[in-house]
């Protein structure tokens, strides 16, 4: 009963908060997408888990015992690691003839490899964590376990990356499309790859909850893939990939929730088959366009 | 015995892993490892809800079918041109990770297919799966596999050797001398899909991405040679499953986890501590480099000046008169220059002459 369904509160604080962070996500990788950088979206995504199981272990230790799986506790742990990860592979890339693709895979191995040991060390620990096992669901995502305060937790983390993106959207763009001029033209480029880097971390970590690290990377890509079939102008990208993202994390949650199907999936395959009629479908650029033109 | 028997299955899955990292990471394709080991999964599912037997080589064979599936789509994109290389592969992946993931919900609601074993693997239950043929047994079955694969991969490297040489370091060479790079290209893919199906039960898919980009990332750091490429990377992979099964026991977790730790320790220590690539090399090259480019600029100056005071050069250079003092020793000890009176310095006859001829 889709009218009964959106009063049902769980329901609603679920749809509500895969729809925000659709949106955060969305916008936030078109600068990801430009930069070819998308595989950012799942290294990140996969080195947070140390730093989720090392912030849920010192709640654990120190706070009380019911809080230790809310997200603002694990937040923050998250985006460290996160960002740490995302650090050293530029250091990496920079000082040394080793590529890109493979820092990131090396940084994704360290990271999720030492994650997965600490998780399952801490889940064998005796006598048992309470809500340790709560800690699966950042891996393969759980979209029913959000509560008011996560919703809280994701609205307050993604307003502040999305203001901070339009307050310094002219850099963002030159740096975007052309790092080396926006060098040119004086600015600090270092501050603000790292701004865009945190930025990044911020959007990937707040949606670990609703899809999980393996599906995050396309939540964060693939909204910006299909805008980018209809537009060649940034803003538009941007409003065109925040708005697919949340519709799709929007129908996604809410088919799972009348199917009890898992989420995560169903939101992503919602976005590839948008993406891939944006890919064959979108005026002048698209594969259909190309195929009558050839004739 | 089982402890034997893991020990041995981990070494022979990572030296398989890094041998195709090597390949694919020299082909600037590491992120390639990541997608496959999740592209698998829809192939396995399929594979199952038709056979209906976990153990058939039916699975095996659809789920590298579906890897290659993952890499042709992945092309695909790239050719239309109208999407980014790296974005094509992420959204493939994911996508096809999610439809076996609905696939598994939609018609094995009644199966036993624990997501976790994706990302897991069972390192300590894979001995107990016995391969038997007539009665005599032949080892662990996930041991068997792997050094099939082994040889299997070997033989390739050794039969290819001079083009996938050429191919890996100048692809558009090999295109020129007509040593047909696709068709080398597929065979590498369809190996390295192979690998990561038969490794999938037995190291999951971290370990999978781990082994395969981490020691070849290394070894990388230390060498410039196909061949030692090849022979450093499973050194260390080897090393870290030692390591890794060793730690998995003294903390009683599954030695996945520690061996894809390790892989990635050994790579950080080795990008610290390489000897001519390493973080640390670098730094002290860079000092080197700075001390010789300041011990030149001071001797300009003094030879331009014929004497000059320590304050005034000081000023010249805006230097601090501790780092001007510390080049002026040294230059003084290497003879270059000597001091005049209390803080004035002068260019020595050894260096004017040299200088004048």
Not at chain 1, 204 to 228: C, F
Not at chain 2, 154 to 173: G, H
Not at chain 2, 243 to 250: D, I, S, V, Y
């Amino acid at each position: 009963m889709p009218d009964g369904l959106l009063s049902d509160y769980t329901v609603r604080t679920v749809v509500s908060g895969s729809a925000m962070i659709g949106a955060v996500s969305g916008s936030l990788g078109c600068f990801a997408y430009l930069r070819r950088q998308s595989l950012v979206g799942d290294v990140v995504s996969h080195a947070s888990l140390p730093g989720i199981v090392i912030a849920f272990w010192i709640a654990q230790a120190t706070v009380h015992q019911s809080s230790s799986l809310s997200m603002w506790v694990l937040m923050p742990g998250a985006i460290c690691a996160g960002l740490a990860a995302l650090l050293l592979t530029r250091l990496i890339t920079q000082r040394t003839h080793i590529k890109p693709d493979a820092g990131l895979g090396v940084m994704l191995a360290i990271f999720f490899g030492s994650g997965m040991m600490l998780l399952r060390w801490l889940q064998r620990a005796n006598p048992p964590l309470t809500g340790s096992s709560g800690l699966d669901d950042y891996l393969f995502g759980m979209a029913a376990a959000m509560t008011t305060s996560d919703l809280a937790m994701i609205g307050t983390l993604g307003t502040l990356a999305v203001l901070t993106m339009v307050l310094s959207w002219n850099r963002l763009k030159v740096f975007a499309f052309d790092a080396e001029y926006s060098a040119c033209l004086g600015m600090p480029v270092a501050r603000i790859e790292i701004l865009l880097l945190t930025l990044l971390v911020i959007g990937i970590v707040i949606g670990l909850q609703v899809v999980g690290v393996v599906l995050m990377i396309s939540l964060l890509v693939t909204p910006a893939a299909a805008a980018r079939q209809w537009t060649q102008h940034l803003g538009p990208m941007v409003c065109l990939a925040a708005l697919t993202g949340a519709i799709c994390s929007a129908a996604g949650a809410v088919i799972s929730a009348l199917t009890s199907l898992p989420t995560g999936p169903v939101i992503v395959v919602l976005l590839t088959s948008v993406f891939l009629l944006s890919l064959v479908l979108a005026p002048g650029r698209g594969l259909l366009f190309r195929r009558r033109s050839h004739v | 015995m089982y402890d034997t028997w893991t020990l041995l299955i981990a070494t022979v899955t990572s030296v398989v892993c890094a041998i195709c990292g090597c390949l694919l990471l020299v082909n600037r394709r590491a992120m390639v490892s990541e997608g496959l080991s999740h592209a698998v999964l829809p192939g396995l599912v399929i594979a199952f809800i038709f056979v209906r037997d976990i153990t058939s080589p039916w699975l095996i064979v659809s789920a590298a079918v579906s890897g290659m599936v993952m890499v042709w789509l992945t092309q695909a994109l790239q050719k239309t041109g109208l999407v980014e290389p790296d974005a094509g592969l992420g959204i493939v992946f994911a996508g096809m990770f999610s439809v076996g993931i609905l696939l598994v919900s939609l018609e094995l609601e009644n199966v036993h297919f624990h997501a976790d074993c994706i990302i897991d693997g069972d390192m300590t239950m894979a001995p107990l799966n016995m391969l038997e043929i007539g009665g005599r047994s032949f080892g662990p079955k996930a041991l068997v596999v792997m050094s099939l694969m082994l040889v299997l991969t070997l033989s390739f490297v050794a039969i290819c050797w001079k083009e996938l040489k050429l191919m890996l370091f100048d692809p558009l060479l090999a295109d020129q001398f007509r040593l047909r790079p696709g068709l080398i290209q597929f065979v590498t893919l369809t190996l390295i899909s192979l690998t990561t199906v038969s490794a999938f039960n037995v190291a999951g898919s971290i370990l999978i991405v781990a082994l395969m980009v981490a020691p070849p990332a290394a070894a990388l750091l230390l060498t410039n040679r196909l061949g030692l490429l090849l022979v450093v990377s499973s050194i260390i992979a080897v090393f870290s499953s030692f390591c890794g099964t060793w730690l998995a026991q003294q903390i009683d977790v599954a030695p996945n986890g520690p061996m894809a730790a390790f892989a990635g320790f050994v790579f950080l220590a080795v990008l610290l501590f390489a000897p001519r690539r390493g973080l640390l090399a670098g730094m002290i090259e860079s000092r080197r480099q700075q001390g010789q480019i300041r011990d030149q600029l001071v001797l300009e100056c003094i030879t331009g000046a014929g004497e000059v005071s320590e304050p005034d050069l000081a000023t010249m250079l805006r230097w601090t008169a501790s780092d001007l003092n510390r080049v002026l020793q040294r230059l003084a000890q290497g003879g270059s220059i000597r001091q005049e009176s209390d803080s004035t310095w002068t260019v020595s006859e050894r260096s004017r002459n040299e200088s004048g001829h």
